[in-house]
């Protein structure tokens, strides 16, 4: 018992002493606090080839508003940002803007997995078409994409030279580190996975909604492809030759996948445009091929090959990769030229008695070939400046469907029954957001997407706005800035819309945003 009783006592005074050891006890430090938070500059790279103009979105981070954190890309590709103490860790979604190298809108998406901002090599991050499928694989595991990279038909150098960085994808630059063949390789990927995004998002259901979001179509994009990969190759041994019969398997894996995602045996995805993206992938896949059979070693010397239009490549990419895109935008009648360059100091001039008119937009679809529709987000924020007294109206609408003639000019628009609707206004306390019971039809009689016929529509809404437009008078001014989402098809970054985040009426979204300046006459 006295022996049980010591040992007891042994074990007692040896944990008292590890705890206060492990507390700092004994005399010593209390415990040294947490280190200060230190923001970090981080630069990255989006590359299809270079993209120009893109937008990059930290999708996991909010700014201090509670608006989504984006940056755009400059005219090479480059972006930078400072990580902040509530923006750390993030993955990172890449759209829009332009392929340097095509000239081509892109339309596709790339991504980097959820990563540790403040941790990243060398502060730096390139998002490529190898992250976006790094990124839907979903290893914990970076080596487990060794396999796919091999079917895929990467050389053994660039395997070699990915592995000895542990797989970490967002360290290598395929546009500047890559063999031809190579960047050949993963920009081929790039556009099979863009075109599939593409005609996903087109799938329209009976009452003219989408039911495929980007996000969703390049998941299950990737997804086919990845699947192909985990059993055979895409590419024919050492060449950019596709293999028919994977390529026929990646696309009928993604109608079926979309097809289970949409779960509704009404919709019903056309099998030409499939059999279209077969021929497009196929011909551009033999283009490059014939370029680096050539004597083209570099992916440097490939981009230089496809700018110059060497042996008329870059002919036959656009030609077969073009899509619909939004191509022209104007407001309240006037041209996009005559927007940007307006200014509080310098209007333009607006009938007083025609206000109404800032709240309609004009779009057209470049690259048509047959009537099309397209759903679209759109919002308004209208500052009015009446002397010292400033009158406030924002509105948005979550859903306007949009009908296009095959000229690509619009044939009709109309805000669906179930739609949401929100204003706020200087002029009353409290918000108002409600749904409609019925479709309204917001075509005006040019053919351009007016909310008037909205506000008509509906006894409060025509009454705000009405106390609204009754504060202005004559020589007044009006700022306006209008925000647009589409759904489907991309605004062509040449028309050169900032990105701007929708913050009102519950809606919180990014979209092209444009502001203009207007005095009343």
């Keep these: 018992m006295l022996f049980n009783k010591s040992v007891k006592q042994t074990l007692l005074v040896t944990s008292i002493m590890a705890l206060l050891t492990a507390c700092g006890g004994g005399g010593g430090d209390s415990g040294s606090a947490a280190a200060p938070?230190?923001?970090?500059?981080?630069?990255?790279?989006?590359?299809?080839?270079?993209?120009?103009?893109?937008?990059?979105?930290?999708?996991?981070?909010?700014?201090?508003?509670?608006?989504?954190?984006?940056?755009?890309?400059?005219?090479?590709?480059?972006?930078?940002?400072?990580?902040?103490?509530?923006?750390?860790?993030?993955?990172?979604?890449?759209?829009?803007?332009?392929?340097?190298?095509?000239?081509?809108?892109?339309?596709?998406?790339?991504?980097?997995?959820?990563?540790?901002?403040?941790?990243?090599?060398?502060?730096?991050?390139?998002?490529?078409?190898?992250?976006?499928?790094?990124?839907?694989?979903?290893?914990?595991?970076?080596?487990?994409?060794?396999?796919?990279?091999?079917?895929?038909?990467?050389?053994?150098?660039?395997?070699?030279?990915?592995?000895?960085?542990?797989?970490?994808?967002?360290?290598?630059?395929?546009?500047?580190?890559?063999?031809?063949?190579?960047m050949a390789i993963i920009f081929a990927v790039q556009q099979l996975a863009t075109q599939i995004e593409?005609?996903?998002?087109?799938?329209?259901?009976?009452?003219?909604?989408?039911?495929?979001?980007?996000?969703?179509?390049?998941?299950?994009?990737?997804?086919?492809?990845?699947?192909?990969?985990?059993?055979?190759?895409?590419?024919?041994?050492?060449?950019?030759?596709?293999?028919?019969?994977?390529?026929?398997?990646?696309?009928?894996?993604?109608?079926?996948?979309?097809?289970?995602?949409?779960?509704d045996p009404a919709v019903t995805i056309d099998q030409s445009v499939m059999t279209q993206i077969n021929t497009s992938i196929t011909i551009i896949t033999n283009a490059l091929n014939n370029i680096v059979a050539s004597g083209t070693t570099t992916a440097e010397s490939l981009q230089d090959a496809i700018t110059s239009n060497q042996d008329g490549i870059k002919d036959s990419i656009v030609d077969n990769l073009k899509t619909p895109v939004y191509s022209e935008f104007s407001l309240a009648h006037y041209s996009l030229a005559d927007l940007k360059n307006s200014s509080s100091a310098s209007p333009l001039n607006i009938d007083s008695g025609a206000l109404n008119t800032v709240l309609s937009v004009d779009f057209k679809l470049n690259n048509t070939q047959k009537e099309l529709s397209d759903t679209v987000k759109l919002a308004f924020k209208l500052k009015g400046q009446s002397g010292t007294q400033t009158e406030d109206l924002n509105v948005t609408v979550n859903n306007v469907t949009l009908n296009f003639n095959a000229d690509g000019s619009i044939k009709s628009a109309s805000i669906p029954a179930g739609a949401?609707?929100?204003?706020?206004?200087?002029?009353?306390?409290?918000?108002?957001?409600?749904?409609?019971?019925?479709?309204?039809?917001?075509t005006s009689a040019n053919g351009t997407v007016s909310l008037q016929n909205l506000i008509n529509s509906n006894e409060k809404l025509e009454k705000y706005y009405k106390s609204y437009v009754g504060k202005l008078k004559a020589n007044d001014t009006v700022q306006v800035s209008a925000f647009v989402l589409p759904i489907t098809y991309v605004i062509d970054a040449n028309l050169g819309l900032a990105t701007g985040a929708v913050d009102f009426g519950g809606d919180n979204y990014l979209a092209s945003t444009l502001t203009a300046y207007f005095k009343l006459n």
């Design 37 to 182: 938070f230190t923001s970090k500059p981080i630069s990255g790279t989006a590359v299809d080839f270079y993209l120009a103009n893109a937008t990059v979105q930290l999708d996991d981070c909010k700014d201090s508003a509670g608006n989504p954190v984006f940056v755009k890309t400059d005219a090479a590709g480059n972006f930078k940002f400072n990580t902040t103490e509530n923006c750390q860790n993030s993955a990172i979604t890449v759209t829009g803007g332009t392929d340097i190298a095509t000239g081509l809108p892109f339309t596709g998406t790339l991504k980097l997995k959820k990563t540790n901002l403040q941790a990243i090599n060398s502060n730096t991050a390139v998002i490529t078409p190898l992250t976006t499928l790094q990124s839907y694989l979903g290893a914990a595991n970076n080596a487990d994409i060794k396999p796919l990279l091999e079917k895929l038909g990467l050389s053994s150098s660039t395997i070699t030279k990915l592995q000895a960085a542990n797989f970490d994808l967002s360290q290598f630059d395929p546009a500047k580190d890559a063999s031809a063949q190579d």
């Design 198 to 263: 593409d005609s996903l998002q087109a799938v329209s259901k009976g009452d003219g909604t989408n039911p495929i979001n980007q996000d969703k179509a390049a998941e299950i994009a990737f997804g086919a492809i990845l699947n192909q990969l985990q059993t055979a190759p895409l590419f024919t041994t050492n060449s950019l030759i596709i293999d028919n019969a994977a390529l026929n398997a990646v696309l009928t894996q993604a109608v079926t996948d979309a097809g289970t995602y949409i779960n």
């Design 420 to 442: 949401k609707i929100s204003i706020i206004t200087s002029l009353v306390i409290d918000k108002t957001s409600f749904t409609l019971d019925n479709p309204v039809n917001i």
